[in-house]
């Protein structure tokens, strides 16, 4: 059974950064590519970043160049390094491995204020 626990987030006014850190359990995390989601109220839950176990990474539009996706397989941790946030980045981060795609964490809130 994999868990997923995400960690990091807060309030921050706009153009500020936080780091959030997702630890995932009981998953063969190495092999797996893993991403962040966010999901902002009455909004669908988006994809915002992905690392492959190679390394590679995807980024949504909206958040690439002010966003890093990196990956600690040594730590079962994926983090989301977020600089220059806007108030649009408000919402609810969830980590996912795409190995258990249907599995979730509790999320973390991130808030920016204007």
């Known amino acids: 059974q994999v868990q997923l626990v995400e960690s990091g987030g807060g309030l921050v006014q706009a153009g500020g950064s936080l780091r959030l850190s997702c630890v995932v359990s009981?998953?063969?995390?190495?092999?797996?590519?893993v991403g962040w989601y966010r999901q902002a109220p009455g909004k669908q839950r988006e994809l915002v970043a992905r690392?492959?176990?190679?390394?590679?990474?995807y980024y949504a539009d909206s958040v690439r160049g002010r966003f890093t996706i990196s990956r600690d397989n040594a730590k079962n941790t994926v983090y989301l390094q977020m600089n220059s946030l806007k108030p649009e980045d408000t919402a609810v981060y969830y980590c996912?491995?795409?190995?258990?795609?249907?599995?979730w964490g509790q999320g973390t809130q991130v808030t920016v204020s204007s």
């Open positions: 009981g998953s063969i995390f190495s092999i797996h590519a």
């Open positions: 690392i492959r176990s190679g390394g590679s990474t």
């Open positions: 996912n491995d795409f190995g258990y795609p249907d599995s």
